[in-house]
């Protein structure tokens, strides 16, 4: 059967469908009319379908199920679609659809990494208990808008105004590393495909003001960009056994498990510890730096390969060992 290749045009998708498109696949761009033209212009897409907006994808499904379209997920699907539209579209759908439902909510975020047994981030559930440095973020937050700082309840109560639903965790000082990872049903091998770290606005340029000047701003964490990393080598065996251990610890709850591209959102302490305080449980955007390959997945498959082209091998090889059953959730 002829497979085709769909995303929503947004986020990672140039990558998905150039990926799709170098391993021989009919590409679907899924727009929003506004938007279109930027995917024609790379020419990425042998189609591009337009909405008016975001609400209406579902409107595309019978003609993505008529075309045979597998649809890739991103993060700007999960937060511009409507989770139960997602998980009740009969579209093919690559990845596990229901991993969506632990990874949509802190809580339950953290209920599979602490069974991963990973370092957390301490959270305190009470202003009260505020002892140190804490980050305070919000439900559904995109791209950590509005989250701030704080190091005692007064300040916290100072900064909160009306808000309710934020969650108050320690702040590790250290570095952010963004671990991208694929875990491979079809070769049963986790792999790990790059490194990144964020430019955010605008605590990424509060650095640049003298020290006396940033006592009164207001710090924000708006993503706007990334930048590609390389990790000490010696970091590699831990960076393996995270991710491994993320990975079983899926198959318990919600079988069979995490599988095909997902972050861990790090932040490494001068005792080269590891602090996960967020999974992505699906391709994140940081991977948009190696559209062309990272050095890792160069050497692991020894041609260019990025997390959307590693996407597409996965489906090939599936489709060529009849096991497409198993990667489609
Ligand atoms: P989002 O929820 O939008 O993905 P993040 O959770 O990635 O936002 O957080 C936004 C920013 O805050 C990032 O720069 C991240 O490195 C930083 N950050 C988040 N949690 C912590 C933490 N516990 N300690 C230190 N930095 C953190």
């Not at 937050?141 to 105004?161: C, D, M, P, T, V």
Request: with cysteine.
């Amino acid at each position: 059967m002829d497979y085709a290749i769909a995303t929503l045009g947004s986020h990672s998708a140039l990558q998905i469908l150039k990926g799709a498109k170098d391993e021989g696949f009919r590409t679907i761009a899924v727009c929003r009319s506004d938007h279109a033209f930027v995917y024609r212009h790379f020419g990425v897409a042998d189609e591009i379908i337009e909405i008016p907006s975001y609400d209406d994808f579902y409107r595309v499904e019978d003609d993505l199920v008529s075309k045979n379209a597998i649809l890739i997920p991103h993060a700007s699907l999960i937060a511009y679609v409507n989770l139960k539209t997602i998980e009740e579209m009969r579209v093919l759908y690559y990845g596990n659809r229901r991993i969506l439902y632990w990874e949509s909510d802190r809580d339950r975020q953290r209920m599979w990494l602490e069974r991963a047994g990973l370092n957390l981030p301490k959270v305190f559930k009470d202003p009260s208990e505020i002892d140190r440095l804490v980050i305070v973020k919000f439900q559904g937050a995109r791209g950590g808008q509005g989250y701030f700082l704080a190091k005692s309840e007064r300040e916290f109560r100072r900064k909160i105004g009306s808000a309710r639903d934020y969650t108050i965790q320690e702040y590790v000082v250290g570095i952010p590393v963004y671990i991208h990872y694929f875990y491979s049903v079809i070769r049963g091998e986790l792999e790990l495909m790059g490194f990144d770290r964020r430019y955010e606005s605008n605590v990424d340029g509060i650095g640049r003001i003298p020290a006396n000047l940033q006592r009164d701003l207001k710090v924000t964490y708006t993503i706007v960009g990334n930048f590609p990393l390389m990790l000490r080598e010696s970091l590699l065996p831990e960076v393996f056994r995270i991710g491994e251990r993320v990975v079983e610890a899926s198959r318990d709850i919600c079988p069979p498990g995490i599988y095909g591209p997902f972050c861990l959102e790090t932040v490494v302490t001068p005792d080269l510890k590891f602090y996960v305080f967020e999974i992505s449980a699906r391709i994140v955007a940081g991977t948009n730096v190696f559209i062309e390959t990272s050095p890792y997945a160069l050497i692991k498959h020894g041609r260019p390969m990025s997390t959307g082209r590693r996407i597409a091998v996965e489906i090939k090889e599936a489709i060529e060992q009849d096991r497409l059953k198993e990667i489609l959730g």
